[in-house]
């Protein structure tokens, strides 16, 4: 663990505590991209709201002291969930078929600029991520941001194939899975399916 850094676990029931403070943290990461529509602070706050009101939302939070340096947080994909809706390639229904606790999907993930590039991401990625009953994980990483996508990959994610979700103003995204289970991981590799 980098020295100094306490990983905190919250569930839904702490969502509204946390709200200021993921909002705050959102606000500077993102300050730069404010002009873009889908990057606002006010459609964060939805989806903030929307994903902690879930009963299986996560979340973890990295202290230095008494500083936030980062959170990341989801929930599980619920049966019939529009999560896969946007998907621009051809894949068998059985590996986007959800039942409420197959597929962990991590929404968010962030680090404030003081603390980047010191493994904090990993920290709480593991953190978030460590004793999840879920066979798999999923998270979308927008093609603008070939670096995370690589890095994800390093953290032994594999891309599915190209997912636009299915609201306004929405980017293209790598839509990425990872095993968690431990059966999972001496199973056949999830693979790009197409272009």
């Known amino acids: 663990m980098t020295p100094g850094i306490a990983i905190r676990h919250y569930d839904h029931r702490q969502a509204a505590e946390l709200r200021p403070l993921l909002l705050e943290v ?82 968010e993930l962030m680090v404030r600029l003081p603390w980047r590039k010191t493994g904090i991401s990993r920290l709480l990625h593991d953190g978030l991520l460590h004793g999840r009953r879920e066979e798999r994980a999923t998270l979308l990483v927008d093609q603008e941001h070939p670096k995370v996508h690589r890095l994800y990959e390093t953290w032994g994610w594999q891309t599915l194939g190209d997912l636009r979700p299915r609201i306004p103003d929405a980017p293209l995204f790598h839509a990425m899975l990872l095993p968690l289970r431990q059966a999972c991981y001496g199973a056949a590799p999830v693979t790009r399916l197409s272009g």
Do not use: H
């Open 26 to 107: 959102y606000a500077e990461v993102y300050e730069a991209e404010q002009s873009d529509p889908f990057a606002s602070t006010e459609r964060f706050a939805r989806g903030l709201d929307g994903w902690s009101g879930k009963p299986g939302w996560t979340c973890v939070v990295g202290y230095d002291g008494d500083q936030p340096v980062g959170y990341a947080y989801g929930a599980p994909l619920p049966a019939g969930t529009p999560w896969w809706g946007g998907l621009l390639i051809d894949v068998p229904s059985e590996v986007v078929m959800e039942t409420g606790n197959r597929t962990y999907a991590l929404s």
